[in-house]
């Protein structure tokens, strides 16, 4: 089983990534933006009670993300893997993540964190908000609030991957498909798939 964490800010390509490397690979992506996203859409409580929190571009409550992650991993019994995506973004997060996974006698085989200025993300996430429909890319000052949050509370997250050497760096800047190509080498140095 290969488990990888895609890591990095609001912008720097996650969600592109994700897509490619499920349809290479087979695994199932775990998304909490998009759980969250499905969940608002459905007026669901847990929906309504993230909704406030995105909507400042704050971090909803861990204990909201860690269940919905927990669900999600007991609803997939027989996955080949799990890309994480947009989880963990806390350091509890992190150790809840490994908690859960030692239940099911696995671990995080890797953590790829996407590396993009500043400037650059302020201009992809302006972009998107044009056309994206999501509340949170349609003011730059909720932008700047996601991307501080990440600052904060997301960023220190890698170290705790680093102390554990499963920590590996790539340039988020430059085209999808020669990114792709540097995860995909990762992954494939890692493991034989
Ligand atoms: P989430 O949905 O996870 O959003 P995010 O982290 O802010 O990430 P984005 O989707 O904005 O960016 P991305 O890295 O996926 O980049 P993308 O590929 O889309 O989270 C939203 C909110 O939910 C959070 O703020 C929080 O409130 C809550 N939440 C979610 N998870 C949580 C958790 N674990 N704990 C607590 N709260 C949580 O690309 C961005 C743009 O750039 C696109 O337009 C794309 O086309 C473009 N692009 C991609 N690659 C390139 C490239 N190489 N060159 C040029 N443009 C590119």
Redesign the pocket.
Known sequence: MFNLILF???????????EKLIEKYGWIHL????L??EEIANQTQLGME?KS??EK??????A??IGMIGSALDANPNASGFLF??????VA?AEALDELLSEKNTAISLMLA?EVTHQ?LMK??I??GKT?G?V??TDEGIIRA?LQ??ENKTAPVAGFYDRASKLKRIK?????E??FSAISGHVEAKHVV
Do not use: H
């Open positions: 990095g800010p609001p912008g720097s390509g996650k969600g592109t990534q994700s998304s909490t933006g998009n969250l996203r993230a929190f995105m571009g704050q971090l909803v409550p861990d909201v993300v995506d947009g989880f963990p973004r806390t997060q996407l650059e992809r996430l972009n998107r994206s999501r949170d890319d996601r949050e990440y988020g800047e430059g085209t999808v020669d990114i």
